[in-house]
């Protein structure tokens, strides 16, 4: 091993092994939210999915969206599975009826109980397939900000909006 190599491995161990729980270090794994309130909300959604007899959530915008959800039956996953981590593992564990769209107008008419878009963050210039295009549709639902991973970088969008059907939620969950 030469003294360069070396270098690059003690960086490493220092950066991401030691403080690797650090809110600074970019290099942290993103498979959790960022979101402290994120449990009740996803107790909410599992509840949701389990007493809802019809489809339990649908993803909104081109990132989140899946021409195919059956591609998502057998690994590896179909387009879009890995945009909605990590509500996916989730969703799953919950055996959530998953659809989506990349159309707006999909929701001016009856929705599932659970919506889910990215917001519009201004660390990008695309406000493409965003929660704000959706919000006009959204009259009987309450919002819920949701970090898919510590912070927004560039257009990797980390903010999301849960919508829920507010007739779908505890009373206590509205507030």
Not at 145 to 152: A, H, L, M, S
Request: proline residues 6%.
């Amino acid at each position: 091993m030469n003294a360069k190599t070396f270098h690059k491995l003690l960086i490493l161990k220092d950066d991401c092994l030691l403080v690797s729980q650090s809110p600074d270090n970019q290099l942290v794994q993103y498979a959790q939210s960022s979101s402290a309130d994120a449990k009740p909300l996803l107790h909410d959604l599992e509840r949701i999915a389990d007493e809802n007899p019809g489809t339990d959530v649908l993803f909104y915008g081109e990132e989140l969206h899946s021409p195919t959800e059956s591609a998502h039956d057998v690994p590896p996953p179909g387009a879009g599975w890995h945009a909605c981590l990590p509500l996916t593992w989730y969703l799953e564990a919950a055996d959530a009826d998953v659809v989506s769209t990349n159309e707006s107008f999909d929701l001016s008419g009856a929705k599932s109980p659970i919506i889910v878009a990215l917001n519009n963050v201004s660390t990008c210039a695309s406000e493409d397939d965003t929660a704000e295009d959706i919000d006009r549709y959204m009259d009987g639902y309450h919002r819920y900000e949701f970090q898919r991973f510590g912070f927004n970088s560039g257009c990797h969008v980390s903010d999301m909006t849960v919508y829920g059907a507010e007739n779908e939620l505890p009373a206590d969950s509205t507030t």
